[in-house]
């Protein structure tokens, strides 16, 4: 089995990117030979959305790399998202109260 390293995935992305850049501008449409004025009556400006930051390339490739050792394969991550909730913090609960029955 041939070992992936944070280099050879880098590469890849790098790889990947280069070409989505290409495929975009070629589908790209021309821009309009002239752009029309428009003046803008005094509309209020909605508050500009929350930042949510994203999902750093390091979480990207570290997350990868444990999913490649668990399944024993490459695999092809098509989402990460975060989830939000109690169910481990009530599975980490009920482990701990399980450890302390007496029998």
């Known amino acids: 089995m041939a070992t992936i390293t944070v280099i050879d995935l880098e590469a890849q992305i790098a790889a990947l990117t280069r070409r989505l850049a290409e495929l975009e501008a070629k589908s790209a449409p021309a821009p309009p030979a002239t752009v029309p004025q428009v003046a803008l009556a005094t509309v209020p400006q909605a508050a500009p959305p ?47 109260q ?6």
């Not at 399980?98 to 029998?103: F, I």
């Open 50 to 96: 929350p930042v949510v930051e994203g999902i750093t390339e390091e979480e990207v490739l570290a997350i990868s790399a444990a999913v490649a050792a668990f399944l024993g394969v490459r695999a092809h991550i098509r989402q990460i998202r975060l989830v939000s909730g109690n169910a481990w913090a009530q599975q980490g609960r009920v482990s701990i």
């Open 98 to 103: 399980a450890s302390h029955m007496l029998g």
